[in-house]
């Protein structure tokens, strides 16, 4: 498993995830199931430690991106897009750890790419064969969006200018 460290500065709610992917022999499975989970940051090393929201996909909506990543047979791209049946509340300033993980047909050699933010950090891992959480040897960032749901003032204040804009608009005739 592979998890991806995040902060935020304010308080967030997340409603959406977006990733990039690839599958080392370039056999995408027909039908697959991911397993998304947040996780809470340790005590003491910092890597991930209680689980504080999980949940599986069957099947989520994958598009090719028309882009080969540059391993083994060049592989596909992929770019997933999932709505969150329930959203996941961040605190500000609290560390978590977010996995996607492909949980149904590990045969397919699915993997969650790399990023390029510029702000690189360690992955945490955790492969069968180790017993814990481990940090990445490499400097890496996951490739991700993560998209917010607006908190209901905003919402009422976006409504509001967009009902003024439109008033005002329809007095300008």
Request: glycine letters at 6%.
């Amino acid at each position: 498993y592979l998890a991806e460290d995040l902060t935020f500065s304010e308080t967030t709610t997340i409603g959406a995830i977006n990733w990039w992917g690839f599958y080392d022999l370039d056999n995408p499975p027909a039908v697959e199931t991911f397993r998304i989970r947040f996780y809470s940051s340790r005590a003491g090393d910092g890597l991930p430690g209680d689980v504080l929201w999980e949940q599986s996909l069957s099947n989520a909506a994958r598009t090719a991106t028309g882009r080969h990543v540059l391993l083994g047979v060049s592989p596909l791209e992929y770019f997933y897009e999932w709505t969150m049946p329930a959203p996941f509340v961040a605190l500000a300033e609290t560390t978590y750890w977010l996995e996607i993980s492909q949980i149904a047909d590990i045969t397919s050699g699915f993997r969650w790419e790399d990023g390029f933010s510029g702000n690189r950090r360690y992955a945490g891992l955790n492969y069968a064969i180790f017993s814990d959480w481990r940090i990445s040897a490499e400097m890496i960032d996951r490739s991700l969006q993560l998209v917010a749901i607006p908190e209901p003032a905003a919402i009422t204040l976006a409504l509001l200018a967009a009902a003024w804009s439109r008033r005002s608009i329809s007095l300008m005739k």
